[in-house]
């Protein structure tokens, strides 16, 4: 059965570098399929990635090698890595892209990436799995894309560099739970905005399963806006008024009912959203 | 042979929507092949979604699967159907998008969609073909991207659910033939612009074919503009003219030598053309 | 081995264009493997095209097929080709796009594609290899991507028409030395910029490693700005100042870490660059 290597990278869709990474793979292993998760990362912009990929990776099949490229380092002394976890492999510069896999999750909410069990990491360093010339600025081409080839084929991950045990942890926002202090005030959820989609949807880094229980004594605070309930489909809600929903990764998500809730309200990656219940 | 699995949806390529919508199919099917054909439909355009599948679907492989979603109503009533005619299959949400194969023509010339002969359809309530958990927001991933994978394997399409005896028609704008009425006037064809594309030419619904034997007699006429000849190619127009030929799928296409011809006529979808012969 | 079939156009990503070219490809050679370079070629820049693919025919497995179709001339007189090299193919018009692998390379520099041996070019008028009816707008779909799938089955170039020995060769601007004219002047390079990437990258025409031994004494110019350093890795540059780099092509590039450097100075295509050493 083909191997399948995923793509995510900030290279864009107009320049060669994406077709020039494919064309060196199937060099390598010509078998193995290739899925585009995304080439419009923002250039350099790691956080983007690192919840690209989060949301994306369990959904392909076992044995999936997800292959990242956002490298504001590139040349430089950060390590290129390759981690192996259950069921999956990620290969990418160790820039905390990847850190949802091996980081002891600070979230009081249970992680999503719960059960990928003990996760490897190597560093790159074998040059044979390389192409022969490194270049200064695309070790996509010469390093990363080659080294998922040769892994696609069968190598071993601990044959590609020593482990490693400090990998770059990113230091994403995370929700805080803020219980009732006194008789008379509620219980706090501090959230924030971390991913709008292509529709202006907002996600939230808030889980909403939890959420649904409370549903007729919630409050949501985004912007000056106050939410107060939670739909069950998007055609549910009401015309022109920020609404939320359960989105599809769990997480609490606020929309305006076939409208872009980015923009129409002003809001941004970072926006503080506050729960109250 | 591998099975075709073709993807048209307004998703966007910045998100992982559809890269996700990959893996599954690919957790289901290891050996399917995917064409895109477009992920920039404008959010919740069924009309656009309309017209790119029918320009489309007839040029794959017998067998072909159309995976379509663009599905403003989802996690509404709105039922997920399949539909299979003779030598295709479409998935997606029942709002219309698929209804050029099986509507009634009213147009007064030939359909290019003839020859489909009967059109089965069916409601997607199966569940074993649907991923174990369904969201709220993302039938894409939950049930569409699952059953299309699982048709692919050779599951009959009648296993996915109940017979669909009125699945919804979009009412597309059709092109009038106005006969002459007296001495002296001259019949009309009443179309409008439907579909521009990537280089601003501007697709109208009216078929072209009929006009070449009239060529030296046709008057066209778009906003403030008379077009009065029908070119053989792009490159033997006027330059800064506008222009009309017969495009690749029969129809009349208006167009401005090597420029956008939307940009240059200040023209959207929907503008009305005259053609006096 | 399924051979593989890379992909360059103007076509945009948002029309179906793209994808009937492939599905037209799956029903001639089902087994046929698909790169999309890029469909971002500004419409009509066959001078862009012609960059791109240069960049990156040669990262692909021997065998590969090289599809380009960016052809402002499509139904006109331009004759639509085919070059086989040692390793590689390319179908596309003959309006110089591919003329990196035919013509006598007039740069001063070693050229990256010396090496490809004789170039044999063939007509493509072979009509069994083309779809049954040819539209005048859209070649892509009707001749270039049928006679790259049949191409892709073993049929041998030679079969597809009669051999040209003319082919298109397009004007590339080309870096010139001009050496050192009496003492207390310098040697100088007169190139110029010839691709601007998704980054803001300004990739120069002039061979890069040819200064590395000169490193300390070199002055770059372009527009009013001076840069007297090659840098080893984009994260090494100072923030904010226009730096150069040896590129992942051995070409002189122009960037500013971590910001788009065609906007921060205000450069387009065809700016000029002075070196003096």
């Known amino acids: 059965m083909s191997k399948v290597i995923t793509l995510t990278t900030d290279f864009g869709i107009s320049d060669h570098f994406v077709g020039i990474m494919k064309g060196v793979m199937l060099g390598i292993n010509p078998s193995v399929r290739f899925v585009d998760?995304?080439?419009q990362i923002e250039p350099q912009n790691i956080f983007q990635a690192y919840y690209i990929i989060k949301f994306s990776y369990k959904y392909f099949p076992s044995g999936t090698i997800?292959?990242?490229?956002v490298d504001p380092g590139v040349g430089s002394a950060r390590r290129p890595i390759l981690a192996a976890s259950k069921d999956f492999y990620f290969i990418g510069p160790d820039n905390g892209i990847f850190s949802f896999i091996f980081r002891s999750e600070r979230s009081p909410f249970p992680s999503p990436s719960q059960g990928e069990g003990r996760v490897r990491v190597f560093e790159?360093?074998?040059?044979?799995?390389?192409?022969?010339?490194?270049?200064?600025?695309?070790?996509?081409?010469?390093?990363?894309?080659?080294?998922a080839a040769h892994l696609s084929t069968g190598v071993n991950p601990s044959e590609f560099g020593k482990p490693v045990n400090d990998p770059v942890i990113l230091n994403v926002p995370e929700p805080v739970i803020v219980p009732t202090q006194s008789v008379?005030?509620?219980n706090e959820i501090q959230g924030e905005v971390v991913y709008i989609d292509r529709f202006g949807n907002l996600i939230t880094n808030i889980p909403a399963g939890?959420?649904?229980p409370l549903k007729e004594q919630i409050q949501i605070?985004?912007?000056?806006?106050?939410?107060?309930?939670?739909?069950?489909s998007y055609s549910e809600a009401e015309d022109l008024k920020p609404s939320s929903i359960l989105d599809s990764w769990g997480l609490l998500e606020i929309f305006v009912k076939n409208k872009d809730a980015g923009r129409e309200l002003g809001i941004k990656k970072g926006e503080k959203v506050i729960i109250n219940f």
């Open 37 to 39: 998760i995304s080439h």
């Open 66 to 69: 997800h292959l990242c490229v």
């Open 124 to 147: 790159l360093t074998e040059k044979k799995f390389f192409l022969p010339a490194i270049s200064q600025t695309f070790h996509g081409r010469d390093i990363f894309a080659s080294a």
């Open 184 to 186: 008379g005030t509620r």
């Open 210 to 212: 939890i959420l649904y």
């Open 221 to 232: 605070k985004i912007k000056s806006k106050t939410i107060s309930s939670l739909c069950k």
